[in-house]
């Protein structure tokens, strides 16, 4: 069986190959489809963002992971295989939040988490028997689910190696589409895992991101995986919730386990407008000019600049584009 991944650009217009660049990071979504296909099932992947799709190329099955902002660009790209007869699978949060539109796009729908899923997608068409929706109810464990990254050689990327230690948030922020997803829920990968995963990157990518929502949603935990992280001297950014400025020991572990910059999303200064959009833990402890003044007294000095607050080693920049 020959299985063809794509990751669509936001968009392009006709004829126009100008918008392809070379310097994009590894997009993780297909290398974790990869890394959960049968071994015995060719792979070939194309990114949109930087090389031609070969439409032409005969293949089986095209799948695509799709964002609402690459959803139009996916579209066009289904139906181009869709004109060849090749059908289509489409997952990723788009799939999941608008199931009803994408399937007017996509032989089959995948609603939810891929990885209890897709082994059965694939039986479904060795054997010609695919459904039109694959829906995977509640959390799947993340163990053992490890990215195949054989499929971004010959490509040019930068030297940023993405790894997902954790999935989803416990918070509820009423705009935000990965508590919908997700239920406001994290799964957490084991740390073992992580740091393999880690150290077999570490040798070409000169810093690691933890594209986590919320590397901090579980406190005890991100602090496990940080104390583990401090032996490998690496250097790493992510995204954190606002409590992280409240817990001493959390800021130290930052610092030592390589912690270059978490961004941290303020979305308001309005007190009004987060009990709205029901981020009021943002508002905790004094909110954000007590955050601003612990890091001060504890850390030693602070700078402001950007549009998120940003921990760098014992320097937080701080700041958020206002609503």
Request: with cysteine.
């Amino acid at each position: 069986m020959r299985l063809t991944l794509v990751h669509p650009c936001i968009g392009r217009r006709a004829g126009d190959r100008s918008y392809i660049l070379t310097w994009q990071m590894e997009p993780l979504p297909p290398a974790l489809i990869a890394g959960i296909t049968p071994k015995d099932v060719d792979v070939r992947f194309y990114d949109d963002r930087m090389e031609e799709i070969p439409f032409d190329e005969p293949t089986d099955l095209v799948a695509l992971s799709v964002e609402t902002y690459t959803a139009r660009r996916a579209y066009q790209i289904a139906s181009e295989y869709r004109k060849r007869r090749v059908p289509v699978v489409m997952g990723g949060f788009h799939a999941s939040l608008c199931p009803d539109e994408v399937g007017r796009h996509a032989e089959s729908v995948v609603v939810g988490e891929a990885e209890a899923l897709w082994p059965e997608v694939i039986d479904d068409y060795r054997h010609g028997r695919p459904r039109k929706l694959y829906r995977q109810e509640g959390r799947t464990s993340l163990a053992g689910a490890s990215p195949n990254r054989r499929i971004f050689r010959g490509k040019r990327y930068l030297g940023v190696g993405l790894i997902e230690a954790g999935r989803g948030c416990h918070f509820k922020c009423d705009f935000c589409a990965v508590q919908t997803v997700f239920n406001a829920t994290q799964t957490r990968r084991p740390v073992d895992e992580i740091l393999a995963e880690i150290e077999a990157i570490r040798h070409e990518k000169k810093l690691i991101f933890f594209v986590d929502d919320n590397i901090t949603s579980n406190l005890a935990q991100a602090k496990e995986l940080f104390r583990a992280l401090i032996p490998l001297k690496v250097r790493w950014v992510s995204q954190a919730s606002i409590n992280v400025a409240h817990d001493e020991e959390l800021l130290d572990l930052l610092e030592r386990s390589g912690c270059m910059g978490v961004l941290i999303g303020f979305e308001t200064l309005n007190p009004d407008n987060l009990r709205a959009m029901n981020k009021t833990f943002n508002t905790m402890r004094g909110g954000y000019q007590e955050a601003k003044r612990a890091e001060r007294s504890t850390r030693g000095r602070a700078s402001c600049a950007g549009p998120r607050t940003r921990s760098t080693g014992r320097t937080v920049s701080c700041s958020a584009t206002t609503s």
